[in-house]
């Protein structure tokens, strides 16, 4: 590759260059294989000059700083003087984001060492082609780089951009010019470069922070930071912004809730572990459930926390609070309400009692008289306890309340800051200012049939509903959350453990809930839901499914290739914005290479009634002849996306990132 310094047959856009940057042209007088390189106006040490062109050193001398011509041989590393003959592997070896005069019929042999991104200009000077080869996972920066010396180079009414099909073989190139220029692309690969430009320029840019006094090369980097945002592990399709709305009273949030937290499986042989509820709490939840029983029964020293009336192991109630506590404020700062169902004698009773104490000490809230529930925001860093109360039940008379709850001694129940109640009606409901009250799903089902959702909706404005698993569902499977969310319950209690026989949906719905709000594990219920004024806003959302991303992440899924791919794009919310769209099947022989990707290309669209009780979730699957395979899934709350092209994360079934980082390449809007 030649390389000269810079001389009077210079175009134009020599001049425009900024200080310290250097600038790569064509000069007539030279022909087809060379390119001038402009120097900086300001002096660079020769190091420098592969830092400001972003152009990798890989072992390469820069060239001798006279002002003779030299040129970089195919088999050397050393720059030989008056060698005119220009190599294709010495250009592509100098740099990634190279700008070469070329025919534009040309092709470029897909070679190992060949870097993916050449921009090349056409002989008419009109035209720039970005030809991308892929060969590594770190395409998105090396494409942002070739990307942005285009950018900066189209100039209005007068350029056509135009991605090249000549080396799109890698169907990840496809998916990424598709994200890049989006309606700006036509079908013959050619960009309507102005339209792109006034988008990037008044609709992109100007939502990213600007420093004032910017210099052309801080420009330059957002230009790059803007076009590699597609493909950035951060671009998600959701705000991950700070935490808001946390000073209304506790009745006002769904907050993230687990059922029986110390299982590690099933309801009836499984083991009690301190490792679950301590999992449970770095995964975003705020309610953690504990059976507490007399550990002398199970030959136990203090209480003891098992499943009653199963074969499921017991674990002592204080490694539990103090699990509970090493972990609580890992992940948020938002209080962990200790949820007990409480089967101890009153002896067992103080025990507990001085063991809350002892272990949680001052982060323990006491209550005081109050008419209203604490805000979230007043409690961080604090543990609440939830129990039943007698308090409440010996005040009521006899017909109110048939039966009477076993004896509770004083000094639990001035611990507890959340009195559970067994509900009657909404009737006498309505006469206490506020109570605490858990239904099972198929109770709560029964209500909602007879009374409607809005005497529910009633009821958990003032009140506090924790929704459990029906007792049945011995595998640790779940119900749908949906219904009880609803309604307005603010304590949906899932099942955290794995079932060995269903796909954990409905955690996938409560894990993509709980992204909103920052992740706290609180998530404010609208003012419909309240019984205030005001009507959720209808929208029409549409989604389209690109392509994959890192899909060499399942080289070898199916056991001898890779999988059959398709998508799920599901709507969960309320009844009559629920529904599922699926895309064609991507079959393993469609693809081109190892690293190639799969690409729908697919739009579905979706009508919603009410936005913030909907929750957005992506699956990818395998097709197989007996069942399908999850290759992944990701949900999110409606009320954060991110309109735009998107990278939507695939995680495993248990919600933890997969090797490789696999991904869908989606586009957002409303319309």
Known sequence: MLLF?????????????????????????????????????AAVEPEEYLQ??????????????????????????????????????????????EIAKENSQEEIEDDANC?????????????????????????????????????SRLTLGSSCLRVSSALLDCDRDKVLREAIFGDYLAADGSVDAAAWYRHVQNELLPQRPVKSGGTSATMLR????????????????HGCGEVAELERPLSEYWINSSHNSY??????????????????????????????????????????????????????????????????????????????????????????????????????????????????????????????????????????????????????HQLISIGNVKFHSFKLSAEWARTSSSFSEIKLSQILSKF?????????????????????RVDSSNYDPQDAWEAGCQLVALNGQKSVFFHPHAAWLNAGKFRGNGGCGYIPKPPHLLGRSGRPEPHRLAVTVLGGDGWEAFRDFDLIGPPDSYVCVEIAGTAADRKIETTSVYTARARTGSKAQPIWKQRFEFDITD????????????????????????????????????????LSSSGEVQDGNPALICRFEFI
């Open 5 to 41: 310094p810079c001389s009077s047959s210079c175009t134009d856009e020599c001049s425009s260059r900024g200080d310290g940057e250097w600038v790569a042209c064509w000069p007539e007088s030279q022909g087809d294989s060379v390119i001038e390189l402009h120097p900086p106006r």
């Open 263 to 412: 299982l590690q499986g099933n309801q009836l042989t499984s083991t009690s572990s301190t490792n679950a509820i301590s999992s449970l709490l770095h995964n975003g939840c705020r309610v953690v459930e504990l059976d507490v029983y007399d550990g002398a029964k199970y030959g136990m020293q203090g209480p003891c926390v098992l499943h009653g009336g199963t074969a499921t192991t017991a674990v002592l109630f204080e490694a539990c609070l103090e699990a509970i506590r090493d972990a609580a404020f890992e992940t948020s700062h938002c209080p962990v309400i200790i949820t007990l169902e409480n089967y101890l004698s009153p002896e067992g009773q103080r025990d507990c009692a001085g063991l809350l104490q002892r272990v949680l000490g001052d982060a323990l809230y006491v209550p005081s008289e109050m008419e209203d529930w604490p805000s979230p925001g007043e409690l961080h860093d604090r543990f609440l306890l939830r129990d039943k109360s007698w308090r409440l039940e010996e005040t009521s008379s006899p017909e109110q309340i048939p039966g009477r709850q076993p004896v509770r001694v004083a000094e639990l």
């Open 52 to 97: 400001v062109s972003n152009l990798p050193a890989h072992g390469v001398p820069p060239p001798p700083p006279d002002q003779s011509c030299h040129s970089l041989s195919q088999s050397s590393n050393k720059w030989d003087r008056n060698d005119r003959s220009l190599s294709r592997q010495a250009t592509a070896v100098v740099g990634f984001n």
């Open 115 to 151: 870097l993916p991104h050449i921009l090349r200009r056409s002989d008419a000077m009109s035209e720039l082609d970005l030809l991308a080869a892929v060969e590594e996972k770190q395409v998105g920066a090396r494409l942002t780089a070739a990307l942005s010396k285009a950018f």
């Open 222 to 237: 957002q230009r790059q930071d803007l076009l590699k945002d597609v493909l950035e592990d951060t671009n998600l399709p």
């Open 611 to 650: 936005a913030s009780l909907a929750v957005m979730m992506l699956m990818a699957w395998d097709q197989d002849v007996d069942f399908d395979d999850l290759l992944g899934q990701y949900a999110f709350p409606l009320t954060e996306l991110r309109p735009g092209w998107r990278r939507v994360p695939l």
């Open 452 to 472: 409607g959702v809005q005497a529910m909706r009633r009821y958990t404005s003032r009140h506090i509903a924790r929704i459990y698993p029906a007792g049945y």
